[in-house]
C-alpha cells in the first residue's frame, strides 16, 4: 500500500506463475488491516483483502463462524 493510502500492489500465486496486481484509487484511500504486534505484521484474510480493495471496511464486518479442516491448508 502506498504511502497516502490510495495504491496497493498485490502478488499472487496462481497455478503457473505469480500475478502483480495494481489498483490506484481515483478519490478516497484504503482502509489499512489489523497490525499484529506479536508477529510485527499484517495478516489479512483473503476475503478481508477483497472486501478492502473493493471499498467495503472491515471495521462493522462481523464474520459468521465456519468450520476450517486444519489439514487441508
Not at 35 to 51: A, C, G, P, R, V
Amino acid at each position: 500500500m502506498g504511502r497516502q493510502r490510495n495504491t496497493l500492489k498485490l502478488l499472487h500465486w496462481e497455478y503457473g506463475g505469480f500475478v502483480m496486481y495494481y489498483k490506484r484509487l481515483e478519490g478516497g484511500t484504503f482502509e489499512m488491516p489489523f497490525f499484529d504486534k506479536t508477529s510485527n505484521s499484517y495478516q489479512i484474510q483473503w476475503s478481508e483483502l477483497m472486501m478492502m480493495v473493493e471499498g467495503i471496511s472491515m471495521q462493522q464486518i462481523k464474520l459468521r463462524k465456519r468450520f476450517v479442516n486444519a489439514g487441508l491448508c
